[in-house]
């Protein structure tokens, strides 16, 4: 079933905000320039896909706004909600702290990973003699307000499989249990690099239909990274990336569900 897209961009807060960033690697004497000139807002609520073939430069404006690289020029703003604020995003009220990822310390960037941004990545990083449940309390260990485990697997779908170790699992199930373990922190940001890269598309169908629902019923702010167009239509917004460079903005009047997309 098609659903409604986020808050129009007028009612939504921002939640990045990326001004004129680039990013050069030195690869010996040749220069490689990742981004050029990035200039882009995330909205709170949004579910976008970032969309390119490889060496596009998305899985490099991902990791900034994930706090795992630095820009080499421009500005990187985070709006935090203040968190004892009521974290409802249909609030015209809410209250904000903007951290500027660009000019951070290590220890804030440290900071910001661990009680912010969930990650999920094409390979799942499963801890091997860990059960499912396990695997997710690795992180809500560490956490300030986690879910228990036992909730963010019922989430995607995975409350049978707690006990389960990650070699009794498929390649979706192991996926799902990242996905649990990136939510079960309540990110205010989860960043998906390739979330499907590594599944066929049945499974990748159940894995995008997790995402969906973590974005709709927890009001998570949602980045999908794909060279997959098919995946398109599920997002509030397309953002296409090529040679570094933002070609194309693209607003869905309506988001497909998983299992109507095209793969």
């Known amino acids: 079933m098609s659903v409604q897209p986020a808050q129009t961009h007028q ?52 990791n900034i706004l994930g706090g795992l690289d630095t820009p080499t020029e421009g500005e990187v703003l985070y709006s ?5 604020i009521n974290n409802n995003i249909s609030s015209a009220n809410l209250q904000t702290q903007t951290m500027d990822l660009s000019r951070a310390s290590e220890s804030e960037l440290t900071e910001y990973r661990r009680f912010n941004v969930g990650f999920v990545f094409q390979f799942y990083n499963l801890i091997p003699s860990l059960t499912a449940r396990e695997n997710v309390a690795v992180v809500t260990e560490i956490a300030h307000a986690p879910m228990t485990p036992e909730a963010a697997l019922a989430l995607v779908g995975l409350e049978h499989r707690l006990d389960h170790f990650p070699a009794q699992l498929s390649g979706g199930e192991q996926q799902r249990v990242a996905i649990a373990r990136a939510i079960a922190k309540n990110p ?24 969906q629902k973590i974005n709709q019923e927890l009001g998570t702010t949602t980045a999908i990274i794909t060279h997959n167009a098919g995946i398109a239509k599920m997002a509030d917004r397309v953002i296409r990336l ?6 194309h903005i693209q607003s869905n009047p309506t988001r497909l569900a998983p299992h109507e997309l095209s793969w």
């Open 11 to 62: 009612n939504a807060q921002t939640v990045f905000e990326v001004n004129n960033v680039t990013k050069t690697y030195q690869m010996g004497e040749v220069q490689v320039h990742a981004l050029r000139g990035i200039n882009l807002a995330l909205y709170r609520g949004e579910l976008t896909v970032l969309l390119g073939a490889s060496g596009s430069g998305k899985s490099t404006l991902l």
């Open 188 to 211: 205010d940001v989860l960043l998906c690099d390739e979330p499907t890269g590594a599944l066929d598309s049945q499974t990748g169908i159940l894995v995008l239909e997790a995402l």
């Open 242 to 247: 090529t040679d570094g460079q933002i070609t």
């Open 80 to 84: 935090k909600i203040n968190s004892k």
